[in-house]
């Protein structure tokens, strides 16, 4: 289940404070569960309740002596705690404590890069309305294609941003685990009964099996779908990326008042947020690769993956969660140029309805390849000046199958603007149906 974390930020999350926040949660649960099941004393589960406080500053510096940080957090919440001290930690393992904490953190993050997404995708939303007949060229190898409309461009990464939305939803799932089986998994120092009332306590589902760690193919199943947000943004990203160049010139990031793109060039307005994008999405790959490589561990477990998780994590949230929500400001702050798509369109001179021609011509009894030669033909010997539509109606073999009135149909795009908006509607009914009812709050 995701919550939602709005008064926190996402840095606030990954701070030590924060994650000897969680594994204190964490031995205060163990130590209720086991007081309710008569393993330690009632009073020593309230005490470590009440009096377990840390101090980060105390960590570090007992830390400098133990050279283990989990023994350091656990000495410093006894000095608090005082003689029922003793029971913190009562038959656990360290990897006990840190793999559900850090659980309890990938929950809070998930949390908070909701928020973002959610800004991001009510972007879309608004694009989407605004534009949905705001026709332009449609490109494929760079080239002048067939017509599209920006809404459409809006709708076909709204919609891929609801597929990442269920796959960072589905990985947030199997992610929701909590693990207290000891030392190799085989729960010799207490009973699967602790963690499960643990489990229960935290809102996290016991692993099924455990060696020492929760197994890290969950871990990397997280870090893979925010990679795959950040293959999102960048594909977003590179598209407003080209629609900006001088060549287009058909939608500009926003550009505020005293802003400066170039030290030397005063007229320059640069799609910076777009790129920036872009090299984020690049970090997110490399963490994906570095999280798969956590997954071997030798036997039981071994402390390889921990360094890397101490990065990528904070770093993958973080940096995901930034480039979700800038996107969302960008997008929401485009300018669109509508009269520059038109002109656009009127560079490939109307070869842009080339393949309605091609279909209506295959409707009159030509053969398809009859058609292709006849509209190919009039197509590349076009002139600069002429267009496509006026030399079609005066083609000898086209003009006398289609008449003027079929083609200036075909050419007026309207065929293309009532398909684009059935297909918006059709998006509509699967963004209000019962997408993500049961993962949030």
Same mark, same amino acid.
């Given at each position: 289940m995701i919550e939602?974390?709005?008064?926190?930020?996402?840095?606030?999350?990954?701070?030590?404070?924060?994650?000897?926040?969680c594994m204190r949660q964490v031995e205060v649960a163990v130590a209720q569960a086991q007081a309710e099941l008569k393993i330690i004393p009632a009073k020593a589960a309230q005490d470590i309740a009440k009096k377990s406080k840390f101090s980060v500053e105390r960590i570090l510096e007992i830390e400098q002596t133990t050279k283990h940080d989990v023994i350091a957090f656990v000495s410093n919440l006894a000095e608090n705690v005082g003689k029922n001290g003793r029971y913190i930690h009562f038959g656990l393992t360290s990897s006990d404590v840190l793999d559900t904490a850090l659980s309890l953190q990938i929950r809070q993050a998930a949390g908070v890069l909701s928020e973002s997404l959610d800004r991001l995708e009510n972007s879309f939303n608004k694009q989407m309305e605004k534009h949905k007949e705001t026709l332009c060229s449609g490109r494929t190898h760079g080239m002048h294609a067939e017509p599209t409309s920006f809404g459409l461009k809006m709708a076909s990464h709204l919609a891929e941003f609801q597929r990442h939305r269920l796959r960072f939803e589905r990985a947030m799932e199997q992610m929701a685990i909590g693990k207290l089986s000891g030392a190799v998994g085989t729960y010799s120092m207490q009973s699967e009964k602790v963690e499960q009332m643990v489990c229960e306590k935290l809102k996290l589902q016991s692993e099924t099996i455990a060696t020492q760690v929760i197994p890290r193919d969950r871990h990397?199943?997280?870090?893979? *779908?925010?990679?795959?947000?950040?293959?999102?943004?960048? /594909?977003? $990203?590179?598209?407003?990326?080209? !629609? #900006?160049?001088?060549?287009?010139?058909?939608?500009?990031e926003g550009f505020s008042k005293g802003q400066k793109g170039s030290s030397a060039?005063?007229?320059?307005?640069?799609?910076?947020?777009?790129?920036?994008?872009?090299?984020?999405?690049?970090?997110?790959?490399?963490?994906?690769?570095?999280?798969?490589?956590?997954?071997?561990?030798?036997?039981?477990?071994?402390?390889?993956?921990?360094?890397?998780?101490?990065?990528?994590?904070?770093? *993958?949230?973080?940096?995901?969660?930034?480039?979700?929500? /800038?996107? $969302?400001?960008?997008?929401?702050? !485009? #300018?669109?140029?509508?009269?520059?798509?038109?002109?656009?369109?009127?560079?490939?001179?109307?070869?842009?309805?080339?393949?309605?021609?091609?279909?209506?011509?295959?409707?009159?009894?030509?053969?398809?390849?009859?058609?292709?030669?006849?509209?190919?033909?009039?197509?590349?010997?076009?002139?600069?000046?002429?267009?496509?539509?006026?030399?079609?109606?005066k083609d000898e073999i086209v003009g006398e199958l289609l008449s003027k009135k079929e083609l200036e149909e075909i050419f007026s795009g309207e065929r293309h603007k009532k398909q684009i908006l059935k297909v918006l509607t059709r998006l509509g009914r699967k963004k209000n149906g019962k997408r993500r009812t049961d993962l949030r709050r």
């Open positions: 939602r974390y709005t008064r926190k930020k996402m840095g606030e999350v990954w701070l030590l404070e924060n994650r000897f926040e990397a199943e997280v870090i893979s *779908a925010l990679a795959m947000i950040g293959a999102g943004l960048e /594909r977003l $990203a590179i598209e407003l990326r080209h !629609l #900006q160049r001088t060549e287009v010139a058909e939608v500009f060039m005063p007229h320059k307005k640069n799609p910076i947020s777009s790129e920036n994008i872009t090299g984020v999405a690049r970090l997110l790959r490399s963490y994906q690769q570095a999280a798969m490589e956590d997954i071997a561990l030798w036997h039981e477990r071994d402390i390889s993956h921990s360094s890397v998780e101490r990065v990528i994590f904070p770093d *993958a949230f973080i940096l995901c969660d930034y480039a979700a929500d /800038r996107m $969302a400001g960008v997008v929401a702050n !485009l #300018q669109v140029d509508k009269d520059r798509m038109f002109e656009n369109m009127q560079i490939s001179q109307g070869q842009l309805f080339s393949s309605h021609v091609l279909l209506s011509l295959v409707n009159q009894g030509l053969s398809r390849e009859e058609a292709y030669k006849h509209v190919q033909r009039v197509s590349h010997s076009l002139q600069p000046g002429e267009d496509l539509k006026t030399k079609l109606i």
